[in-house]
């Protein structure tokens, strides 16, 4: 373990309901600088169409994720002990304009880039994605994995309105900042509004793996598949916590049933070991419809999966060749 790395507060010292509230209990810092991966909040709902509310998620992950050790139980990974990981608090949101607020997410998220660190953001809704793409891919478009019930890849809403969080993958294509020939949006379920409404995501080239599909086939065979389209290029992945069935994640804007159990979301996450990772975000925990913390807390271990995977990447990328 390098001794210039950050540590979490041990729970055996300071008990997990004291103290300042932070991102696995990691030091809030000013600034990515020196960091090899920051996690950052994202606490803006400016794209929502329903129920408002993931604006508060990142501070109820930050609770929740206190829960999280310094040790995977399964791979054995430290991710405190093979990177640099801090807290670099939220990023500057504007709530009440949305053009104004997606231009902010993409500065704060571009200055955590500029220094070479990788972002691992909490939401907010599924639109703040697309301005931390913007921050991401500006030099060259990036592949995505995607875990969702919904392929937001829709048009306009409401009139001509293109910016919701129905459409941030629709603009992210158009933009160039996803190559849609890598992209695999996994678990995706529910009404549609109509018939077709996936047609001109598929015509891109994204790979849609409905709930169906992977209740079939599994998650080890719907992984193998997802690393065969994204390769070892960069990619970006994004995790919706409305992926996971409403039973055991009731805190989101637009629940659909049939969805993932928390151990199948686990275990995909951790079949991402070994890709190239410039960025993910954990989106769309509204704490006004949680129960009992259990969707901030789902959204506490998806970020931790994730920091996992990404720490043995940042690993990977110092060893000598």
Known sequence: MSSNFFQPIDASAVPRFAGLSTFMRLPAVASAEGLDIALVGIPWDGGTTNRAGARHGPREIRNQSSLMRRAHHVSGTEPFSIANVADVGDLSVNPINLVDGLKRIEDGIAAIVAVGAIPLA????????????RAVARKAPVGMIHFDAHSDTNDRYFGDNPYTHGTPFRRAIEEGLLDPRRIVQIGIRGSIYEPGEHDWAIAQ?????????????????????????????????TFDIDCIDPSMAPGT??????GFTTREAQEMVRLLDGL??????????????????????????????????????????????
């Open 122 to 133: 909490a939401g907010g809704d599924h639109l703040t994605t697309l301005p931390v793409l």
């Open 205 to 237: 080239g994204i790979r849609i793996i409905y709930m169906e599909e992977f209740v079939r086939r599994g998650a080890a065979s719907v992984m193998e598949e997802a690393r065969g389209i994204v390769g070892d290029t960069p990619i970006y992945v």
């Open 253 to 258: 804007g637009t629940p659909e049933l049939g």
């Open 276 to 321: 190239t990772i410039v960025g993910a975000d954990v989106v769309e925990v509204a704490p006004p419809f949680d129960l009992g913390g259990m969707t901030a807390l789902a959204g506490a271990t998806m970020m931790f999966e994730l920091l996992c995977v990404m720490a043995k990447s940042v690993q990977a990328g110092r060893a000598p060749d």
